[in-house]
């Protein structure tokens, strides 16, 4: 199982789910997504994938959704991609635009962007935070204060050119794809989600949930991933 996180966060996001795949017997590899930009993310989970030997149940959340899409390519051992509250973009479609689609999404207006310099002086691009003060309304409203509080404070930032870069061939045309879709996710409204799961042909499951599905149901999906495991065992 190689699991992948989106912007805004870390693969510590996964340790619940993680523990529960382990406890039934899988290796889990969560690598730390670059959040760059989309060849570049996809390109070192690629490399990841790369050093794995057997079959592989590729995982993403939120942006990680589109780094597995095109990460997947060309790697026949992956035998299924399982999206949780995550983009799966078709060719040239980016993040934002798939977000900005449907109503219902409150990222753009909770966002704070903070343009950064290269060492030489150079523009090097603009990141993304959300607003410490939003953070758990809009990413992870069913989780305890405590914990939003310093998922806040340690949040790693989107690139901005990563959420706008469109995506490449993407990898659900031909490796069979999972979707859980948390139903009060205010980051990728659920129409969106289920819009582009229908497309994918993904096999589908909703359940009540904010944007993190994964931390405040990590039984949820945990299953849906042993699900995919099973299905293509």
Avoid: C
């Avoid at 997947?72 to 949780?84: E, M, Q, S, T």
């Avoid at 343009?115 to 030489?120: A, F, H, K, Q, R």
């Avoid at 870069?165 to 996710?185: C, E, F, M, R, V």
């Avoid at 205010?186 to 931390?215: D, L």
């Amino acid at each position: 199982m190689v699991l992948v996180h989106g912007a805004f966060a870390d693969a510590s996001g996964f340790n619940d789910m993680i523990a529960r795949l382990q406890a039934a017997g899988f290796p889990v590899i969560a690598p730390a997504n670059p959040l760059r930009d989309v060849a570049g993310d996809a390109a070192y989970v690629s490399s990841v994938l790369d050093t794995v030997t057997g079959p592989v149940i590729l995982v993403g959340h939120s942006y990680g959704g589109i780094v597995i899409t095109n990460a997947a390519r060309g790697h026949d051992n992956v035998k299924a991609l399982v999206y949780l509250g995550a983009f799966a973009p078709g060719k040239g479609e980016s993040a934002l635009k798939l977000a900005e689609q449907f109503p219902g999404s409150e990222l753009g207006h909770a966002l704070l962007a903070r343009e950064y310099e290269l060492p030489d002086g150079t523009p090097g691009g603009t990141d993304g935070y959300i607003v410490a003060e939003r953070f758990r309304e809009v990413f992870a409203a069913d989780l305890p204060a405590y914990k939003t509080r310093l998922m806040a404070a340690t949040q790693r930032p989107g690139s901005v050119t990563g959420l706008s870069d469109g995506s490449g061939d993407p990898a659900w045309k031909t490796i069979p794809s999972w979707y859980l879709i948390p139903t009060q996710d205010k980051v990728i409204p659920p129409a969106a989600q289920r819009f582009i799961a229908k497309r994918a042909g993904s096999t589908v499951r909703e359940i009540h949930s904010s944007h993190v599905v994964m931390m405040s149901h990590p039984d949820a999906a945990a299953a849906v991933v042993l699900s995919a495991y099973a299905a293509t065992r």
